[in-house]
Structures are given as structure tokens and as C-alpha cells.
């Protein structure tokens, strides 16, 4: 962060574990009640760390957790530091004001206590380095910093006396800095409340009042939405008449009979619109269409056709920088090409917020499609920039996120999208309203660049501020104060000693794992279940059998009391290894290392009463079990590997509180560990949509995957 850098005299380089020792927590089983019900101790997770102190806790563990888990309780003014979390946390650094635990999103530095007396200026030195953080993590799309990382970052040591000095000044300097700063951000709150008003005043007419006040004679939006409803069913015989003329039929009778009129919407108080307004639905208005769905069979292939998807809808507009391919063949082509005029909106997103940003489509880009995260609507005789305004109103509002609904995943669906109701206005004054909006906006628009700019300006000078700080430039030196080299001697030399014994009991880990009685047997049945269905794929092995014994746990909710940790090759509790030796022993199934890498299983001559067992446990599960097990039966190793871990990861997002969106889980995937880069990113979408197609949608219940220790490892498949 500040490596290689020369010191001003009397300072030195130290280590966050040179100061401090740093460790994290977890997160208890959720299935457990007597680890969360009337728990009175402070669990803290990583979106504390958005606050400059912790005070409070929003949720709260028992002692039976700290008892039986890896659970500790740290002492108030331990410093909290994020591994990652949601958006801009990771990297972010508070203080506990309250004993508490925390989960594994956060690092715990607890200051030795010949060190104390640094606790503030570590804790600005790392509120100031914040980016530099940042930048440290490791992983795949979405990088997280680790223990490891945090012990090892390098602090320039100011002797202690100086070391206040530089914290007061900070302090002072910043705390002025952060009036301004303030009042900028609510203005910039502000202009956004302003613009969400500009638009609900411009679709209820109130933009417009003087305008309809001086064109008295201008045709009412019912004539105009007659207009269109004839032209629609016009071009619906038109079609059918050449269709069956193509195919030399004849058209059946009544034909005319089977066109289907668009909903009309329910009659609403008059006096909510201007005259000559109306009420209408989307469905009313043009074609709606969803776009293509994303699949291994729709990869590129005579025809690569680029296409939009939710992720190039911004509330800026349209971002086309990063448009990807795949195949589609002509006739789809005309079913989904975009053209100019057409609005499209985000159909889906891991926040209900996110859902329903709106865009005009102005043939950017020829021959472009889109994608099933996207909906379209072609208007008929109905101004694209007017609609543009009505939806950017329905977004901005909220009222489009009260529409969408799902778990994980937010969708609009364009069921939802046809029957929304939202009023049309006279052709003529359609573009009164868009003169009148865009007008407005654009100040909006110059506002807030200018707002940005003071906030950009802002920034500089608090990291100039920093910068001086903790080179030495900010306050005065004194030769005759104790050095930081003496600081950290004395520091080292008290730190040998064994830690206090109150402050021993407080960081002591569970020596052993504390398990249900009987919960081996209660596994043995489950497993001898899932060894009976799948010993068929010759491709079966440890990978899958614990793969199952995973999804039979978080997603049949078949309660095995197991902890899954982060291994290489997807979620894996070490309990399968003592489980396989039960196993042999009471000859349910017999484990044989393969010739090559991996063990294979075989049913042994009692695996029948476990498997009678396992009917009793399931017991209305079995369903969900037997169908589970049918669809792991053709998937080899990795597909199974794929499945459990999307499965895992896409859970710990929602426990977590995350975006998990497809983009969130890829990245999560990704950050599981190194050798997930293996999978293509097609491949994790592709499961993703299969899961979601077959009811395998995780929804935050369970508890987390923990992380990885050094120590752990994990055997082949």
C-alpha cells in the first residue's frame, strides 16, 4: 500500500499483525433454534462496517453458539474490517462500541494491549487506504480480501505522541471536509426526488396545463387509442390473410372471430386525468414481446446475432459496449430483432429497484435481438419518447418495483408489464410533454454534473489531506518523543506473554465438533439412499455423493446437521470421511479407491434397512429427494460439482443479503475458489437457467459455507 516508501525520521514499517491479532467469525446454523431464539449476544455482518461505529446488532446469538461453533465474542474497540459484502464494503473499516461476534464476511483486529494506545491511528489508516485495500483481494469476478491479506498490510508507524497529534488533525480536517461534502450528497438526493416529480407531474398532466390551456381543439386520446386498436387488429387480419394464402388454405369461417382484443382497464375516477386523457394498458398500446432465452443449444452458430440483455439497460440509457452473440436463426430473427422506436426494459434483477429501467431503441446497432431479461414494447401510433417518459416515471417511483415479484430474483414478466395501466395523453400533446420533460431534465442533468465535480474536488483533497498524514507532513515532528522502532520493540516484548485468562476464554475455539446424538445414522440412511439411485453413473463417487448429501440438506431441507465448507471441488463437510468408515463397519456401503484418482461406492449387504430408514426421515420429502436424485443420475462429476456449488453460492448471496442475480452468482462462483475458472461462464448460466427451469431456487435458508482453512483439504472424486 505505501511499500518501498522513505520515512520521515523517527518513524518505521510494521504489520497489521505486528499490532494486532486478526481473526473472523461465521455464521451459526440457521437450523439450529437454540443457537438464535432469545439470543442476547451482538452478531455483526459486513454491512455494519457502512457505519463509523457499531452500536447495535441487528440480529443476536446465543451462548449455545459461541459453545458449539467456531463463534468467538470480541471485545469492544476491536477494529472491523470487510472481506466483502455487497457493493462498495468490502475494504471498509469500523469499531465495535459493544462486545459482539461477527460473521465470516468480516476480520476482527484486536489490538494487543501494549498497543492500544495505536488503535486510532491504525483505524484511520485504513479508513484512508481504503482503495489501496481494495485493490489487495483476490479471486475471480468478484475478488475478496482474505486473513491472510489483512495481517500482512504494511502501516507507516509514527511514534506514539505523533501518532495523536496526526489523529486530532484528521480529524479536525476532515470533519470540515465532511460538512461539505454532506450538504453536496443531500443535493444530489434532492435533484433525484426532483427529477422522479418532474416525470409523475408530466404523466398526470400538470407539466402541461398551460399547453392544453391555449390548444382547446385537439383530438382526445380516446380517438387516438381507437386509432390504435383498429390499426392493430388490421394488421392482425392481414396477417392471417397472408399466412393462409401462403399456404394455399382457405380462411376458416368466422375467422375475424378469433382475433384477441387487448384488455381494456378497469374504469378509474375521471377526474384523475386531464380532459381528453385516458387510461390504458401496455397491452393496448403495441406488441409486447419477452425476449429469447440464453442456452447451450442457442449458442453462435451460422447465424451470431448480437443481443441486448438487462445488464445494457442503465438509467442513463442504453450502454452497448459489451454486447455478446449467439444464435439466431432467421425466422427468429423476425420474431426478435429490435428496431428503432421500440422500448425496452429490464425484465429481471436481484433488486426489486433494478427491475423495469426503461430505454428507446434507436438501431444503435443493426440487426441486434435481445434476451429473455429484456421486454419489449412496439409501440402503435404512440410516441416512443412519451412512453419513455410514462415508464422512466413507473421506474423511478417505485411503482414498476411493486409490481415485480420473485425470490433471489426479481421479475417484471410480461404478463405483469401487459396489464399495466398508465394513461396516454392526445398525440398533439405528447410532444408538448417530452419538449417540457427534457427541458427540464437537462437542468437536472448540468446540476448534477456540477454537483459531481465539487464531490470529485472533494476527494482529491481529502485523500491530500491523508497523504500528508501519514508521510509526515501534516503535523510537527519532535526528535526528543520516543521513536516508533522503540514503539514497536516495546510492543514485541510485551506481546510474548500469554494472553489474559478472561481474554484466553473469549478467543478460545471448540476443541471438537459438538453433533446431535444419533446424527451419524440419521446421515448413513440419506446417504445410503443416494447410493442405492446413483451407484448406476458409473461416474459416481465421493464429489457426488456429497453433492447430494448437500442439496438433500439446503434445498430438500432433510435436516443432517452438516457444515459445508468452501473446498475445490464445490461444498464438502470432512463428516463424509467418518461417515464412510460408520458406513463399512455396519455394512450399509462399502467405499473403494478407484486405480486412478477418487473413491466409487458400492451398496453393502445392510444398505436395505438404512434405505427403509431414510423413507422414514424423508417422509413427505421423498418426492422432492426421489426427484432430485433423478436429475443428478446423468451428470458427471463436474456438472454435479457445478450444480451443488452454483446452488451454495447462490444461497450464501441471499443469506448474506447480496445481489444475486445471474451476474452476482457467476462472480460468487468465480470467488469460490481458483479452480472454478474451469467452468465457462456460458456453462454457470446455462445451470443457472436449468436450476431455475427445474425448482432448484435457493431461498437464504441454512446456514452459510464457511470458508476454507488452511488446514482443510479435500479428497478426489
Known amino acids: 500500500m505505501m511499500e518501498n516508501k522513505e520515512l520521515p525520521n523517527g518513524w518505521a514499517w510494521a504489520t497489521v499483525s505486528d499490532l494486532a491479532e486478526v481473526g473472523t467469525g461465521t455464521t451459526p446454523s440457521r437450523d439450529v433454534v437454540a443457537y438464535w431464539k432469545e439470543g442476547s449476544i451482538p452478531w455483526i ?103 491472510s491479506i489483512v495481517k500482512r498490510i504494511r502501516i507507516p508507524v509514527a511514534p506514539l505522541a505523533e501518532q495523536h497529534r496526526i489523529v486530532e488533525k484528521v480529524e479536525e480536517l476532515l470533519s470540515e471536509l465532511d460538512v461539505g461534502v454532506a450538504a453536496l450528497k443531500r443535493a444530489r438526493g434532492n435533484l433525484k426526488k426532483y427529477r422522479a416529480a418532474v416525470l409523475k407531474a408530466a404523466v398526470c398532466g400538470e407539466l402541461t396545463a398551460d399547453w392544453r390551456a391555449s390548444h382547446l381543439n385537439v383530438e382526445p386520446a380516446t380517438a387516438l387509442l381507437d386509432r390504435i386498436l383498429n390499426e392493430r387488429r388490421r394488421k392482425w387480419e392481414a396477417d392471417q390473410q397472408a399466412k393462409y394464402s401462403a399456404s394455399n388454405r382457405a380462411l376458416p369461417k368466422r375467422w375475424k372471430h378469433k382475433y384477441s382484443e387487448p384488455d381494456s382497464p378497469e374504469p378509474k375516477e375521471p377526474s384523475k386525468l386531464p380532459f381528453g386523457w385516458v387510461w390504458a394498458k401496455t397491452a393496448q398500446l403495441g406488441d409486447i414481446q419477452l425476449g429469447r432465452q440464453r442456452s447451450p443449444k442457442n449458442r453462435s452458430d451460422k447465424n451470431p446475432t448480437k443481443y441486448i440483455r438487462a445488464a445494457n439497460i442503465t438509467e442513463q440509457g442504453l450502454a452497448l459496449d459489451d454486447l455478446l452473440d449467439m444464435e439466431f436463426s432467421p425466422a427468429e430473427q423476425i420474431t426478435y430483432r429490435l428496431r428503432a422506436g421500440d422500448i425496452v426494459l429490464s425484465e429481471a434483477s436481484g433488486s426489486p429497484d433494478q427491475v423495469g429501467k426503461p430505454a428507446v431503441w434507436n438501431d444503435e446497432i443493426p440487426n441486434c435481438c435481445f434476451q429473455n431479461t429484456v421486454i419489449r414494447l412496439r409501440p402503435e401510433q404512440v410516441r416512443s419518447k412519451f412512453l419513455l417518459v410514462v415508464f422512466q416515471h413507473l421506474y423511478l417511483n417505485k411503482v414498476l418495483a411493486k409490481v415485480a415479484g420473485g425470490v433471489g430474483i426479481n421479475h417484471l414478466s410480461a404478463a405483469k408489464f401487459s396489464a399495466l395501466v398508465v394513461s396516454l395523453a392526445p398525440e398533439a400533446e405528447q410532444d408538448a410533454i417530452v419538449s417540457e420533460v427534457e427541458q427540464r431534465l437537462s437542468v437536472i442533468s448540468a446540476t448534477e454534473e456540477y454537483i459531481d465535480a465539487g464531490l470529485k474536488r472533494a476527494s482529491r483533497l481529502r485523500q491530500s489531506i491523508l497523504k500528508e498524514a501519514f508521510t509526515g507532513q501534516l503535523v510537527p515532528q519532535n526528535p526528543v518523543e520516543e521513536s ?43 446417504a445410503s ?86 423413507l422414514n426421515i424423508l417422509g413427505e420429502n421423498q418426492r422432492e429427494m426421489d426427484r432430485l436424485l433423478t436429475d443428478l443420475l446423468p451428470l458427471d462429476t463436474d456438472a454435479a460439482e457445478l450444480f451443488s456449488t452454483i446452488y451454495a453460492a447462490w444461497n450464501d448471496l441471499l443469506i448474506d443479503g447480496r445481489s444475486a442475480d445471474d451476474i452476482g452468482i457467476v462472480a460468487e462462483v468465480y470467488a469460490w475458489h481458483e479452480s472454478k475458472k474451469k467452468f465457462p461462464r456460458s456453462s454457470i448460466l446455462s445451470r443457472i437457467v436449468w436450476m431455475r427451469n427445474n425448482g432448484y431456487v435457493p431461498t437464504g435458508s441454512g446456514s452459510r459455507t464457511q470458508t476454507l482453512s488452511n488446514k482443510d483439504g479435500e479428497s478426489g472424486s
Open 529 to 614: 439412499y443416494i447410493v442405492r439411485r446413483l451407484s448406476a453413473n458409473q461416474s459416481f463417487g465421493r464429489t457426488q455423493l456429497v453433492k447430494a448429501l448437500h442439496l438433500a440438506q439446503a434445498h430438500v431441507r432433510v435436516d443432517l446437521a452438516l457444515e459445508f465448507k468452501r473446498h475445490q471441488l464445490g461444498p464438502l463437510d470432512e463428516a463424509i470421511y467418518k461417515l464412510e468408515g460408520f458406513a463399512r463397519k455396519r455394512g450399509w456401503f462399502i467405499g473403494n479407491e478407484r486405480e486412478t484418482k477418487g473413491v466409487s461406492y458400492q451398496g453393502g449387504p445392510n444398505i436395505d434397512e438404512r434405505c427403509e430408514a431414510a
Open 484 to 526: 516508533a522502532s522503540e514503539l514497536l520493540l516495546r510492543i514485541r516484548q510485551q506481546s510474548k506473554a500469554s494472553l489474559s485468562p478472561s481474554r484466553s476464554r473469549q478467543l478460545r475455539r471448540p476443541v471438537r465438533r459438538r453433533e446431535p446424538n444419533g446424527i451419524i445414522f440419521h446421515r448413513g440412511a440419506i
Open 45 to 147: 455482518t459486513s454491512s455494519a462496517v457502512n457505519q463509523f461505529s457499531v452500536t447495535e446488532a441487528n440480529e443476536k446469538v446465543t451462548s449455545a453458539a459461541i459453545r458449539d461453533t467456531t463463534l468467538r465474542l470480541y471485545p469492544k474497540h476491536t477494529l472491523l474490517l470487510a472481506l466483502y459484502g455487497e457493493g462498495k464494503t468490502r475494504g471498509k473499516v469500523s469499531e465495535l462500541l459493544i462486545d459482539a461476534t461477527i460473521n465470516q464476511a468480516l476480520a476482527a483486529i484486536q489490538l494487543r494491549e501494549s498497543a492500544t494506545e495505536c488503535r486510532a491511528y491504525l483505524k484511520s489508516f485504513l479508513q484512508s487506504h481504503y482503495d489501496a485495500l481494495r485493490r489487495q483481494a483476490v479471486g475471480g469476478m468478484q475478488p475478496n480480501l482474505n486473513l
